[in-house]
């Protein structure tokens, strides 16, 4: 599985981004895996952002994003969204792809998913 994100940026807080995650897999069908967006800010550990069931749609986020942030995904670009409105600068960090075989609301640590892209920065001046 291969993992690229892209999308992130310098932005003032109150504003939007959309961050993309374009994924391929060989093997496995799409419909088998979850798609999740980790973060790390400076300092800190990385933490859960949002997944995405890609058969069903179903989605899980933190709770902190909840209200703000939306996953979604487009089928034939391959590619999961993060939409993110309103941003804090509590929001800077790295955001990080990831993907796993399988589903459940539980698949929130880190060490649930086997397959990560390489980040993008996203930085909320106040």
Request: aromatic share 16%; hydrophobic share 35%.
């Given at each position: ?43 800190k550990e990385r ?80």
């Amino acid at each position: 599985v291969q993992l690229q994100a892209s999308g992130g940026g310098l932005v003032q807080a109150g504003g939007s981004l959309r961050l993309s995650c374009a994924w391929a897999t060989s093997g496995r069908t799409f419909s088998s895996y979850a798609v999740a967006w980790f973060r790390r800010a400076p300092g800190k550990e990385r933490e859960f952002v949002a997944a995405f069931r890609w058969s069903g749609g179903s989605t899980r986020y933190t709770d902190s994003v909840k209200g703000r942030f939306a996953i979604s995904r487009d089928n034939a670009k391959n590619t999961v969204y993060l939409q993110m409105n309103g941003l804090k600068p509590e929001d800077t960090a790295g955001y990080y792809c990831a993907a796993r075989v399988g589903w459940s609301v539980y698949y929130t640590s880190s060490a649930s998913y086997g397959y990560w892209g390489r980040g993008t920065l996203v930085t909320v001046s106040s």
